[in-house]
């Protein structure tokens, strides 16, 4: 509006009011109030100017929140008291499965279904009745029979009187997170039933040991008393075939006293059978607690219990530097001793060169020991023969076929196994493990 427009409405207002144009005094205040509209005018321009400044902000901040609202990654909803949705973005709607279009004032409890109805209708009531925030979880079913797991995080709606009108709520698809609950609850199930089995096998595993702990001691007990009953009448005999030398030396022939020394070494031989068997029956039922030990001493004193062995043979003995185990001393230098007894008496006629050796085993926690000898060996087929009870390979040489199988008991006490390689006129590696000191583990 330009002043000659501004002017002539001046004119009609005052006009209007009665005044007349052709006074010197009323021209003078029509000029005033002239001077007063057009700062009015500028005025207003400058208030629609900033008018028209706050409808784009306006505009620009309801379009922000249009697209922070509907484009959200997460779903937003607004109900009513009664469950009807007043306000929901397009990611609820992408995940209740419908249109937006669809959704608006139509209660949410008409899509749901079953007990999703009832645990809904809770959460909404649980709302609007408290000024607490709540949450609940609802379950849609889906295509091919799958089902898709919401979880609803609601806070009251209040109006401006601060009255409860609705709830305003978040929705969140945690199907991945059930899933994965499921799972790990499927898993925690299928480790109790696991545990439970394993605990009935270890109880049973438990009383077979001492079943077998018991039968062992019975065996032992059985093994002295027998070695008792059996040594009285060997006794008798060895008694009486001394006499017999002594009474009739001199009507004796040279077959005479060779069948008398042959009566003597079978006693001798018998008496060592029972004492091995005593022995053996012992391995199953006695032993001293296992405890750290240095094997290089028991290897040392194994070798002084052979000494007169070793040096009628000429045996050449050397070793690895050996660690501390974790064992028996006494069972682990009985292995050793008939080990070593076992490569010294079947030397040929070669003088025995045997070295002890140590490595690593691929069992855990255990060490592997190898005896290695330059004797006369044995078929590699008759390899598992070797531990048996009362199995003698070779009978050209003395022996009572039980110091490996006390070898193998001794082994197998302590947690490993033994075995050997071995051909003829080629000499014999036994190999056996045993545990580690239990000081390495630390």
Same mark, same amino acid.
């Given at each position: 509006?330009?002043?000659?427009?501004?002017?002539?409405?001046?004119?009609?207002?005052?006009?209007?009011?009665?005044?007349?144009?052709?006074?010197?005094?009323?021209?003078?205040?029509?000029?005033a109030i002239l001077n007063e509209?057009?700062?009015?005018?500028?005025?207003?321009?400058?208030?629609n100017e900033e008018l028209r400044?706050?409808?784009?902000?306006?505009?620009?901040?309801?379009?922000?929140?249009?697209?922070?609202?509907?484009?959200?990654?997460?779903?937003?909803?607004?109900?009513?008291?009664?469950?009807?949705?007043?306000?929901?973005?397009?990611?609820?709607?992408?995940?209740?499965?419908?249109?937006?279009?669809?959704?608006?004032?139509?209660?949410?409890?008409?899509?749901?279904?079953?007990?999703?109805?009832?645990?809904?209708?809770?959460?909404?009531?649980?709302?609007?009745?408290?000024? *607490?925030?709540?949450?609940? !979880?609802?379950? +849609?079913?889906?295509?091919?029979?799958? @089902?898709?797991?919401?979880?609803? #995080?609601? $806070?009251?709606?209040?109006?401006?009187?601060?009255?409860?009108?609705?709830?305003?709520?978040?929705?969140?698809?945690?199907?991945?997170?059930?899933?994965?609950?499921?799972?790990?609850?499927?898993?925690?199930?299928?480790?109790?039933?696991?545990?439970?089995?394993?605990?009935?096998?270890?109880?049973?595993?438990?009383?077979?040991?001492?079943?077998?702990?018991?039968?062992?001691?019975?065996?032992?007990?059985?093994?002295?008393?027998?070695?008792?009953?059996?040594?009285?009448?060997?006794?008798?005999?060895?008694?009486?075939?001394?006499? *017999?030398?002594?009474?009739? !030396?001199?009507? +004796?022939?040279?077959?005479?006293?060779? @069948?008398?020394?042959?009566?003597? #070494?079978? $006693?001798?031989?018998?008496?060592?059978?029972?004492?091995?068997?005593?022995?053996?029956?012992?391995?199953?039922?006695?032993?001293?607690?296992?405890?750290?030990?240095?094997?290089?001493?028991?290897?040392?004193?194994?070798?002084?219990?052979?000494?007169?062995?070793?040096?009628?043979?000429?045996?050449?003995?050397?070793?690895?530097?050996?660690?501390?185990?974790?064992?028996?001393?006494?069972?682990?230098?009985?292995?050793?001793?008939?080990?070593?007894?076992?490569?010294?008496?079947?030397?040929?006629?070669?003088?025995?060169?045997?070295? *002890?050796?140590?490595?690593?085993?691929?069992?855990?926690?255990?060490?592997?020991?190898? @005896?290695?000898d330059n004797g006369i060996g044995?078929?590699?087929?008759?390899?598992?023969?070797?531990?048996?009870?009362?199995?003698?390979?070779?009978?050209?040489?003395?022996?009572?076929?039980?110091?490996?199988?006390?070898?193998?008991?001794?082994?197998?006490?302590?947690?490993?196994?033994?075995?050997?390689?071995?051909?003829?006129?080629?000499?014999?590696?036994?190999?056996?493990?045993?545990?580690?000191?239990?000081?390495?583990?630390?």
């Amino acid at each position: 509006m330009d002043e000659s427009e501004i002017r002539l409405q001046a004119i009609e207002t005052l006009q209007r009011r009665g005044w007349k144009l052709g006074e010197e005094s009323k021209q003078q205040e029509i000029s005033a109030i002239l001077n007063e509209l057009s700062i009015h005018q500028v005025e207003l321009e400058l208030q629609n100017e900033e008018l028209r400044r706050a409808q784009v902000e306006l505009e620009i901040s309801r379009q922000r929140y249009f697209e922070l609202y509907n484009l959200a990654p997460i779903g937003y909803l607004t109900f009513d008291r009664q469950g009807q949705i007043l306000e929901v973005n397009l990611h609820a709607a992408e995940l209740l499965g419908k249109p937006v279009t669809q959704l608006r004032g139509r209660a949410l409890s008409s899509i749901l279904s079953g007990e999703a109805i009832v645990v809904f209708l809770r959460h909404l009531n649980a709302v609007t009745s408290s000024s *607490l925030p709540q949450q609940c !979880r609802l379950s +849609l079913p889906k295509s091919a029979g799958t @089902l898709i797991y919401l979880e609803l #995080r609601s $806070l009251p709606w209040l109006d401006e009187a601060g009255q409860i009108v609705g709830a305003r709520t978040v929705m969140q698809d945690v199907s991945g997170r059930v899933k994965a609950e499921m799972e790990a609850h499927a898993f925690r199930e299928r480790m109790n039933i696991f545990v439970t089995e394993l605990r009935k096998k270890n109880e049973a595993l438990q009383s077979a040991a001492e079943l077998l702990r018991l039968r062992n001691q019975d065996l032992a007990q059985m093994a002295f008393a027998t070695s008792h009953d059996l040594k009285a009448p060997l006794r008798t005999v060895a008694s009486y075939t001394k006499h *017999l030398v002594n009474a009739y !030396r001199d009507q +004796l022939d040279e077959d005479g006293h060779r @069948l008398v020394s042959h009566i003597m #070494r079978g $006693l001798r031989q018998m008496d060592q059978v029972i004492e091995g068997l005593v022995s053996y029956g012992r391995l199953g039922s006695e032993g001293n607690p296992l405890v750290d030990l240095d094997l290089s001493q028991v290897f040392n004193d194994a070798r002084r219990a052979l000494k007169g062995d070793i040096l009628e043979s000429g045996a050449m003995i050397t070793n690895d530097a050996l660690p501390f185990v974790h064992g028996d001393g006494q069972q682990l230098k009985l292995l050793l001793q008939n080990l070593l007894d076992n490569s010294i008496k079947y030397r040929g006629h070669k003088s025995p060169l045997i070295h *002890l050796s140590v490595r690593d085993s691929e069992k855990a926690g255990y060490y592997q020991f190898s @005896l290695r000898d330059n004797g006369i060996g044995f078929d590699p087929k008759h390899a598992e023969r070797a531990f048996r009870m009362f199995k003698r390979l070779n009978t050209h040489v003395e022996g009572t076929g039980i110091g490996l199988a006390q070898c193998q008991r001794i082994v197998q006490n302590h947690g490993g196994e033994i075995w050997v390689a071995t051909q003829p006129n080629l000499g014999a590696t036994f190999h056996f493990t045993l545990p580690k000191a239990s000081f390495e583990f630390v």
